[in-house]
């Protein structure tokens, strides 16, 4: 299974970006769909996560700002990210789980005036 992730790039504090993560197989087919990131010297960490059944969940820090959300035509999960900050930049991950685990590429996003 491969993920593409896209979406990424340079925004101003304040700003919005929307990532993409896009799949060949039905996302029907996937129990978990998350978005991770890392940032430099940081350990990864999980942002958002959206299941099967849609329920969703966020990280504290991103509560209110992100939402994750899920077209089944398209087989793409989207990470909207509003009100970036500086500490959001990072190299973030999308990853499915459907019993094994499966990652994009990753996709930078800066944040800086």
């Known amino acids: 299974v491969q993920l593409q992730a896209s979406g990424g790039g340079l925004v101003q504090p304040g700003g919005s970006l929307r990532l993409s993560c896009a799949t060949s197989?039905?996302?029907?087919?996937?129990?978990?769909m998350d978005w991770y990131r890392q940032a430099p010297g940081k350990q990864r960490e999980l942002v958002a996560t959206?299941?099967?059944?849609?329920?969703?969940n966020y990280a504290d820090s991103v509560k209110g700002r992100f939402t994750i959300s899920r077209d089944n035509a398209k087989n793409t999960v989207y990470l909207q990210m509003n009100s970036l900050k500086p500490e959001d930049t990072a190299v973030y991950y999308c990853?499915?789980?459907?019993?094994?685990?499966?990652w994009g590429q990753g996709t930078r996003v800066t944040v800086s005036s």
């Open positions: 990853r499915f789980y459907d019993g094994g685990e499966y």
């Open positions: 197989r039905s996302i029907f087919s996937f129990y978990i």
């Open positions: 959206i299941t099967r059944a849609s329920t969703t």
